[in-house]
């Protein structure tokens, strides 16, 4: 159904829906959808909800995930994302783009354009991808802080507080951070880059009761787990950042490689989304449909 006719009123504002689903009982999975053709891909396949990663977005432009793009950039993603499904959007929300206030005005911003969840982490700028060396944390205490501003701007937005403390201060020290963030008001927690399905346990096991969300990244520090294999550890949520964004590009490549050489795509359309399929994916005649309800096209030089 086209986003144009779809009304607001009496439905359920995105964040109280994704709070929904996360306390409903069984895991919470979310791929990575990098625009909103991905997203409704991920609808068409079952998914309640998705992921918008700040390496997807920022890949997707040609940057790095070094906290370079801005909140204005974000929102346009999550808006298109969620035009085109209407599913509630953890959102990736790096550091909140400043401090306390920029915080305050991230989940606004967020919020308005449609997103349902934003997590926030314990880095400092420039920040660094979760699973590569040497990251800088801010302290403890200026996290809590940044939480309870974006707790205190949030309407229903879902607030989820990110450590990547265990690689560098321990297991100890990234317990002991998520419980100041769960005092400052974050509904839920994300333990980043942890390596071993001990550690997933240990830390879901020191956060009893705790809304857990787990990173299931590809080439990172974390060996490959299922979602069921999530949950039995005690996460209540998982997300998959890139993958969709990794084997879209891997497949652009096939392409681009293959024109540059052949001069001709014609080997790789067996590859291809037909115009057929494209067109039911993205709901023309729908749109079509709307156009020519509202407005009856005359012929010129008649009055019938």
């Known amino acids: 159904m086209s986003y144009?006719?779809?009304?607001?009123?009496?439905?359920?504002?995105?964040?109280?829906?994704?709070?929904?689903?996360?306390?409903?009982?069984?895991?919470?999975?979310?791929?990575?959808?990098?625009?909103?053709?991905?997203?409704?891909?991920?609808?068409?396949?079952?998914?309640e909800a998705v992921y918008l990663s700040g390496a997807g977005m920022s890949s997707s432009m040609g940057l790095p995930d070094l906290g370079i793009i801005t909140v204005d950039e974000v929102a346009f993603f999550i808006r298109q994302i969620s035009r085109a499904t209407g599913l509630p959007i953890?959102?990736?929300?790096?550091?909140?783009?400043?401090?306390?206030?920029?915080?305050?005005?991230?989940?606004?911003?967020?919020?308005?354009?449609g997103a349902g969840a934003v997590h926030l982490e314990d880095q400092i700028l420039p920040k660094k991808c979760g699973h590569l060396n040497d990251k800088k944390l801010a302290s403890a205490e200026d996290m809590a802080a940044k939480v309870?501003?974006?707790?205190?701007?949030?309407?229903?937005?879902?607030?989820?507080a990110r450590t990547d403390a265990v690689a560098s201060e321990g297991m100890d020290a990234a317990v002991n951070r998520a419980k100041k963030y769960l005092e400052a008001g974050a509904d839920a927690i994300f333990p980043e880059a942890l390596?071993?399905?001990?550690?997933?346990?240990?830390?879901?096991q020191r956060l009893p009761g705790v809304p857990l969300l787990a990173n299931m990244t590809e080439f990172g520090r974390t060996p490959f787990f299922s979602a069921d294999e999530f949950e039995a550890m005690g996460y209540k949520m998982v997300i998959w950042p890139v993958s969709a964004l990794r084997v879209?590009?891997?497949?652009?490549?096939?392409?681009?490689?293959?024109?540059a050489a052949s001069g001709s795509a014609s080997?790789?359309?067996?590859?291809?989304?037909?115009?057929?399929?494209?067109?039911?994916?993205?709901?023309?005649?729908?749109?079509?449909?709307?156009?020519?309800?509202?407005?009856?096209?005359i012929i010129p030089g008649t009055t019938a």
Request: aromatic share 8%; hydrophobic share 45%; charged share 25%.
């Open 4 to 47: 144009l006719t779809l009304k607001s009123t009496g439905s359920e504002p995105a964040g109280l829906r994704f709070r929904n689903l996360v306390e409903r009982g069984h895991i919470l999975r979310m791929p990575g959808t990098h625009n909103g053709l991905a997203a409704l891909q991920a609808a068409r396949a079952g998914f």
């Open 148 to 160: 309870a501003a974006a707790v205190r701007a949030r309407k229903q937005l879902y607030i989820i």
């Open 195 to 204: 390596t071993t399905a001990e550690m997933f346990k240990e830390f879901a």
């Open 267 to 297: 080997s790789l359309v067996g590859e291809m989304f037909t115009r057929a399929e494209l067109y039911d994916l993205i709901d023309l005649s729908g749109y079509e449909s709307l156009d020519s309800s509202i407005v009856r096209t």
């Open 90 to 113: 953890l959102v990736d929300g790096d550091t909140g783009y400043g401090e306390a206030l920029n915080a305050m005005h991230m989940v606004r911003v967020f919020e308005e354009a």
């Open 248 to 259: 879209a590009t891997r497949a652009q490549e096939k392409l681009f490689s293959s024109l």
